[in-house]
């Protein structure tokens, strides 16, 4: 199993550019989840999914929005970049185990930079 | 709100010698915890959970202690190795039928050889 990907790794826009990060997971996990990373400071929700056609809001969602199709794949979309936007990605992916754990998966992330 | 947060920015240590990381919650009705490890460049990764219900959890040269009293949990590693060089967060996963971690700021343990 690949695990969690994500790509790309390494990401440059310009302020109001679009773009969208991609998240994959072979695990067929239910849950997947976008947290960003800011210097300093642990991970921040921004959205997640219980499942294929189901997502919902984090902690910060606002200038990001997100489908969940299939089971696998879990992009997020930047549709007009913000320099506040500047910040590491990681996606992350879990299923609930019955007596067991929740842990998440992560991704190994994807750096983005808005000038 | 909920607050995850942790005592110490920085902790360095010797090789050879215990680590004790420490966590404190806000949220009494939290029941389930983690703690991460973070590489530089690297997303986090599972090292431990625990939950309400127990105080103590060991693993592999790691080992959670929850005091739900005062709100309070700790991961201490024996033994610190220079690869146990990192960032731990410690997690709250809330609980009702989704995922959602509420992560510390993190502390950074540095190892001295």
């Known amino acids: 199993n690949a695990g969690v990907t994500q790509t790309p790794k390494f990401q440059v826009l310009k302020t109001g550019q679009s773009m969208t990060l991609q998240c994959a997971q072979d695990m067929n996990h239910e849950y997947m989840s976008w947290y960003r990373q800011d210097p300093g400071m642990g991970l921040r929700l921004i959205h997640y999914s219980v499942g294929a056609g189901i997502t919902d809001q984090g902690e910060v969602p606002n200038g990001y929005n997100v489908s969940r199709s299939t089971t696998e794949d879990f992009p997020l979309r930047l549709l007009s970049a913000a320099p506040s936007q500047t910040s590491v990605y990681f996606c992350?992916?879990?299923?609930?185990?019955?007596?067991?754990?929740?842990?998440?998966?992560f991704g190994p992330g994807t750096r983005l930079t808005v000038l | 709100g909920e607050n995850v947060g942790l005592h110490l920015p920085t902790l360095s240590v010797q090789e050879g010698d215990n680590s004790i990381i420490n966590c404190a919650y806000s949220?009494?009705?939290?029941?389930?915890f983690i703690w991460y490890k973070q590489e530089s460049g690297k997303g986090p990764q599972f090292i431990i959970d625990?939950?309400?219900?127990?105080d103590k959890r060991q693993g592999q040269r790691v080992t959670v202690l929850l005091n739900k009293t005062v709100k309070h949990l700790s991961l201490q590693i024996a033994a610190t190795q220079p690869g146990d060089s990192a960032v731990y967060f410690c997690?709250?996963?809330?609980?009702?039928?989704?995922?959602?971690?509420?992560f510390g700021a993190g502390t950074r343990l540095a190892v001295h050889p």
């Open positions: 949220n009494s009705a939290s029941d389930y």
């Open positions: 625990i939950r309400s219900n127990m």
């Open positions: 992350a992916s879990s299923s609930p185990a019955g007596g067991g754990t929740d842990t998440q998966y």
């Open positions: 997690a709250d996963l809330s609980s009702g039928g989704y995922n959602k971690l509420i």
